[in-house]
């Protein structure tokens, strides 16, 4: 789900023919994905970025600084030097970073930040079964550090978070 909305629009937006992809080393090996490029963007050079540091600073709520400005650079010099006039934040955690990405790399470049697209799904599907729409926040971590996370990064979320044990 997170890499689809992002392709096609990516495809119709470049001007130099070549785009970038910021993701998760798992989204990048899926089969999802090479259909996707497959499909959207068989004529255009695909230069792909794995950035496992952007979903732990995410997670540890560091959004912002010379770590974050260290990654970017990492992340994104192949992409630049190649060319790459979009670049498609395939991850949900990604999103959270635009800002630091906006602010540190040229103007021209072009975003496609598949979240939008992803929770507009979701809200159409909350709509569609109004006698189920409670939210109950879980979480296989701490909740008290994921409680603090939530108020960083999606302060509209319940404070209340249950922990969750995955057997």
């Known amino acids: 789900v997170g890499m ?3 392709v096609k629009p990516a495809s119709d937006l470049t001007q130099t023919g070549t785009i970038g992809v910021l993701a998760t080393e798992a989204s990048l090996a899926g089969e999802k994905f090479h259909s996707l490029i497959a499909t959207h963007a068989q004529d255009l050079r695909v230069i ?3 950035c496992p540091k952007f979903v732990e600073f995410v997670e540890r709520g560091i959004l ?4 974050v400005n260290q990654a970017i650079d990492e992340y994104t010099s192949s992409l630049l030097a190649a060319n790459a006039d979009v670049f498609i934040l395939g991850c949900s955690h990604y999103p959270f970073l635009r800002p630091a990405l906006e602010a540190r790399l040229p103007n021209h470049i072009q975003f496609i ?3 939008g697209a992803i929770a507009r799904r979701v809200g159409q599907q909350f709509l569609t ?3 189920q729409n409670e939210v109950n926040v879980l979480t296989t971590g ?3 550090e994921f409680s ?3 108020e960083i990064l999606i302060p509209e979320l319940p404070s209340a978070c249950q922990h969750f044990l995955v057997p």
């Open 4 to 6: 689809e909305p992002g």
């Open 48 to 50: 792909t970025q794995p």
């Open 64 to 67: 912002e600084g010379d770590e």
């Open 113 to 115: 930040d598949t979240g």
């Open 129 to 131: 079964t109004p006698e």
């Open 142 to 144: 701490d909740p008290k």
């Open 148 to 150: 603090r996370l939530c």
